[in-house]
């Protein structure tokens, strides 16, 4: 086999060097409070806007919210704490995902659940079709 | 008296429509071809009055005439000329003209060019489009007539939604729409191939350009929208997995799998039924996103456009559906196909793969889109499935589809032995865990957004390296790299027109990995003369002063933006006033650079101090160049294949 040329090599190096440079080790550090008033705000819809959750919504309330989020976390409130407090005042309807129980299991399983039998039903065809004798009339095996 | 006209026009296209299906069909089954060929001239002048009706609603917003009712809901007279035209697609009523007009132009394009070809196909293919047509016409004809008058015409229109004026809605809709309503040409070919049993070479073959648009008009839709939503909507994303996009990104994943697929199908005469099956759903997709979109079912920022509809739509998705995949389970039998596979490791067996990931993917956001629906139906409680949702559930998925992508890019035809396939993916695999352990070393520890990276890596080396092949076959021959690689290009445009847009995807998979995964947001209050920093930028604000601009009034805050004392200008995101809607509006501070984006929001003034939102966005400007990468390799795809000069290596 050929190796790859050396154009290759040192365009890798370019990007990983750049990729490097951009995301700085900093961020590498554990979170800091805004980080995580912001995870726990993604989990939350805002109650008076259209579609939008807590974390990017510009509205008073979510402002509100977002500054009680802080308030709790800065007390020593666990993420699950804070979100269980916001579900007992507005209800499941708030959670920005549904919760892994009950009739939402379906969401959660589902895709994964869809995609093994999906990948056993292309194995299981494609070794039925390895047995195949050749000879296809429409097979054009290689130009 | 104009509009009446329009309002005329549409109803002879229905007419026209009614009938170029029965004379299409009927010619089709008794041979007749004086009935194919005003089938045919119908097509053409369906085109011509849909084009006609589209000019005067066009000229009625222009002209301001509010005696007609879609004109008066949707611009009043301080509402700029650009935007009067704009306003023609601004609801419900103008959308679904716009999709039947563009329906009637894509079909007159299929009737010229191909008067000569598949004489068996077009005639049921003609049915098909028009068949779709009918529908449209008859929901414009009665329930969302666009010509409809008002008894009494205002002195002045209403406003419908501000955000609507931005060159965005120039782009977004009508190229998403191009991207839906193209689903229908390659839908009415796979018909006609279930019909006339004809289900072999000619109707991929002569509908692979019209897929390859749809699918990119889709992407390039999406992308628009999210770059426009990004400027404007100022929530300081792109993307927020809102039923309203996911409904156009479904039949896009869809696409995508069909247009690798049908590449089996025309190099091995496999998979037929199955391409049939893909076109059926993609197609049933649009519609159900087109419903989705107009009928207000689900809560969404698009909901602007609500309407009663929604039955009608679903109904003629049941038949329509119903019909197709009805059809394809009847001619099963006759689609008995001789598979025959010489291995599992073959290009073949990747693209079966890379559909099983693919339709994976589109069924995740479909449930993830229809199961709040179902939920409220049975419990009577709304929820929500976004975001935090399709982090865990679909970004998987999505990881597993780059994996497919790379090693299938590197598995030949027929067969491969994986002694071989292992030493060709070693390089690519030593230069991704290369990336990766440098990756890790600087701090990228998220594993979801370590793995979008190194897989990434991974597929571009990969890719890069079949162009260094390609290239370096031509080079031999003694031609120079650029010359090699133009006529790498235009001997074989659909491979490596594909593998440029698989670097588009690559560059906007890292674009999307960063600015989600590393995206910092810091809120503040600031009062005149303090200062904040976040990441390498120091913010200062200045002042807060009056904002105004032709249609806008509020408060802007003055921020003077420097990086390690070098002032690099000021940005001014304002809080304002829509004036004619009465609606607010924020208007984001952005300074994009290659490297990250600075995007300030400022809500208003509390205690003196100005509240700011503050995000820094990594590396979002790669997601534009991703989409512009991903353009140049599409138009490389669709050019006609020019003879080969060398014999393709395996």
Same mark, same amino acid.
């Given at each position: ?8 090599? !040192? ?11 951009? !995301? ?19 989990? !939350? ?57 009950? !009739? ?40 | ?59 009625? #917003? ?85 010509? @409809? ?37 390659? #839908? ?28 990119? #008009? ?9 770059? %426009? ?5 100022? %929530?300081?994303?792109? %993307?927020? %997995? ?57 809560? =969404? ?74 939920y409220e139906a049975l419990k009577g409680v709304k929820i929500f499935i976004g975001p935090p949702y399709y982090n865990q559930v679909f970004v998987p998925i999505a990881l597993l589809t780059l994996l497919v992508m790379g090693i299938g890019t590197h598995i030949p035809w027929g067969q491969e032995s994986p002694g071989h396939l292992g030493r060709r993916l070693q390089v690519a695999a030593l230069i991704a865990l290369l990336g990766g352990v440098l ?78 995964? #590393?995206?910092? &947001?810091?809120?503040?209050?600031? @009062?005149?003369?303090?200062?904040? &920093? ?40 304002? &809080?304002?006033?829509?004036?004619? =809607? ?69």
């Amino acid at each position: 086999m050929s190796g790859p040329p050396r154009s290759l090599w !040192l365009l890798v190096l370019v990007l990983v060097a750049g990729a490097a440079w951009v !995301l700085s080790p900093e961020r590498a550090a554990s979170q800091t409070i805004d980080e995580r008033v912001r995870e726990v705000a993604g989990r !939350l819809m805002c109650p008076v806007c259209e579609g939008q959750t807590v974390a990017e919504s510009n509205a008073e309330l979510a402002e509100q919210m977002r500054a009680l989020i802080r308030d709790r976390l800065q007390q020593g409130q666990t993420a699950e704490e804070i979100i269980a407090y916001f579900v007992s005042r507005y209800g499941e309807s708030i959670l920005a995902a549904p919760p892994r129980r009950g !009739l939402s299991l379906i969401v959660w399983i589902g895709p994964f659940a869809a995609l093994a039998l999906a990948a056993a039903i292309a194995v299981a065809t494609l070794r039925r079709w390895t047995r195949a004798s050749p000879g296809s009339p429409a097979g054009v095996p290689r130009p | 008296m104009m509009a009446d006209l329009g309002y005329l026009g549409v109803l002879a296209s229905l007419v026209t429509s009614a009938y170029v299906t029965a004379a299409a069909l009927a010619g089709a089954r008794r041979g007749h071809a004086s009935l194919v060929i005003g089938a045919r001239r119908g097509v053409v002048a369906i085109a011509l009055l849909l084009t006609l009706a589209s000019a005067i609603l066009v000229g009625s #917003f222009i002209a301001r005439d509010f005696s007609l009712k879609y004109v008066a809901e949707n611009t009043n007279l301080s509402t700029p000329l650009a935007y009067r035209i704009s306003g023609f697609w601004g609801s419900m009523d103008g959308s679904l003209l716009l999709w039947a007009w563009i329906l009637s132009l894509y079909s007159a394009a299929v009737v010229l060019i191909n008067r000569e070809r598949h004489r068996r196909l077009m005639p049921y293919a003609i049915a098909v489009l028009m068949g779709v047509l009918a529908f449209f016409l008859l929901l414009l004809s009665s329930v969302s007539n666009p010509f @409809a008058r008002l008894p009494f015409p205002p002195s002045d229109g209403r406003y419908l939604n501000p955000l609507l004026e931005d060159p965005g809605m120039f782009i977004h809709p009508p190229v998403l729409y191009l991207g839906y309503v193209g689903i229908t040409v390659p #839908f009415a070919f796979a018909i006609a191939a279930l019909i006339t049993g004809e289900v072999g070479e000619a109707w991929t073959k002569s509908t692979r350009r019209w897929a390859l648009a749809s699918w990119y #008009f889709l992407g390039m839709g999406l992308t628009i929208g999210g770059w %426009w939503a990004y400027r404007v909507l100022g %929530w300081g994303g792109y %993307w927020g %997995w809102d039923p309203v996009e996911n409904s156009a990104f479904m039949p896009w994943l869809v696409m995508t799998a069909y247009l690798h697929s049908v590449m089996v199908q025309e190099r091995r005469g496999m998979l037929s039924v199955w391409n049939l099956g893909l076109i059926i759903v993609a197609f049933g997709l649009s519609i159900f996103g087109t419903f989705l979109t107009r009928s207000g079912v689900v809560s =969404s920022v698009h909901s602007f456009a609500r309407s009663s509809i929604g039955p009608v739509f679903v109904i003629f998705l049941a038949v329509a559906m119903t019909g197709a995949l009805g059809l394809l389970l009847a001619r099963m039998n006759r689609l008995r196909e001789h598979n025959y596979l010489e291995s599992l490791l073959s290009r073949e067996a990747s693209f079966l793969f890379n559909n099983v990931v693919l339709t994976a993917a589109a069924a995740t956001v479909f449930l993830g889109t229809t199961f709040p629906l179902l939920y409220e139906a049975l419990k009577g409680v709304k929820i929500f499935i976004g975001p935090p949702y399709y982090n865990q559930v679909f970004v998987p998925i999505a990881l597993l589809t780059l994996l497919v992508m790379g090693i299938g890019t590197h598995i030949p035809w027929g067969q491969e032995s994986p002694g071989h396939l292992g030493r060709r993916l070693q390089v690519a695999a030593l230069i991704a865990l290369l990336g990766g352990v440098l990756l890790v070393v600087v701090g990228i520890r998220k594993p979801a957004a370590l793995s979008g990276f190194v897989l990434s890596l991974f597929v571009a080396a990969i890719t890069l390296n079949e162009f260094a092949r390609g290239t370096a076959a031509r080079r031999r021959l003694g031609e120079g790299v650029s010359r090699a690689t133009v006529s790498l290009l235009r001997t074989n445009p659909q491979r490596y027109g594909g593998y440029i847009v698989h670097l588009g995807v690559l560059l906007m998979v890292v674009g999307i990995t960063a600015s989600s995964a #590393f995206s910092r &947001q810091v809120e503040m209050g600031l @009062a005149p003369g303090e200062e904040a &920093q976040i990441g390498r930028y120091r913010l200062t604000l200045k002042s807060v002063v009056p904002y105004r601009d032709s249609t806008r009034a509020g408060r802007a805050a003055r921020i003077a933006v420097s990086n390690a004392g070098h002032p690099l200008g000021e940005l001014r995101p304002a &809080q304002a006033l829509h004036l004619a =809607s009465r609606q607010p509006v924020t208007l984001v501070g952005l300074r994009s650079t290659l490297r990250d984006d600075l995007y300030i929001i400022f809500s208003g003034v509390i205690d003196g101090k100005a509240r700011l939102r503050v995000l820094l966005n990594p590396l979002v400007f790669w997601i534009w160049v991703g989409a512009g990468v991903l353009t140049l390799g599409t138009l490389v795809a669709v050019l006609p294949e020019r003879r080969r000069l060398v014999p393709e290596r395996p």
